[in-house]
């Protein structure tokens, strides 16, 4: 059973930078690929951005790029997610997830397997 845990999230105004981590436990991280998701209040959870196995390669949203960074570290168990230049339209809770196994680079949110509780991000005007 693998356990995700996210933290970094908190208040900024918008401009600023949050880093999110996600810590794995229970399984071996390195043959996950990960992804980041978000759910703003009222809205469908949507696809932030992906990592595969390696980190070799990524892929972002269109509303994230330039300005969100995910990357991992697989001796440390973790996934980061990177935000800067930060708009209020990214208020929401982020999720991280975990999928074992099939697709380099899964960017629905049914392709994943495990996911962690959320971390609230509230980006102030």
């Known amino acids: 059973q693998v356990q995700l845990v996210e933290s970094g999230g908190g208040l900024v105004q918008a401009g600023g930078s949050l880093r999110l981590s996600c810590a794995a436990s229970?399984?071996?991280?390195?043959?996950?690929?990960m992804g980041w998701f978000r759910q703003a209040p009222g809205k469908e959870r949507e696809f932030v951005a992906a990592i595969s196995r390696s980190g070799g390669n990524t892929r972002s949203a269109d509303s994230v790029k330039g300005r969100f960074t995910i990357s991992r570290d697989n001796a440390k168990n973790t996934v980061y997610l990177q935000m800067n230049s930060l708009k209020p339209e990214d208020t929401a809770v982020y999720y991280c997830?975990?999928?074992?196994?099939?697709?380099?680079?899964?960017?629905?949110?049914?392709?994943?397997?495990?996911w962690g509780q959320g971390t609230q991000v509230t980006v102030s005007s």
């Open positions: 229970g399984g071996t991280f390195s043959s996950y690929a």
């Open positions: 997830a975990a999928e074992v196994g099939r697709l380099t680079l899964p960017l629905r949110s049914t392709n994943y397997d495990y």
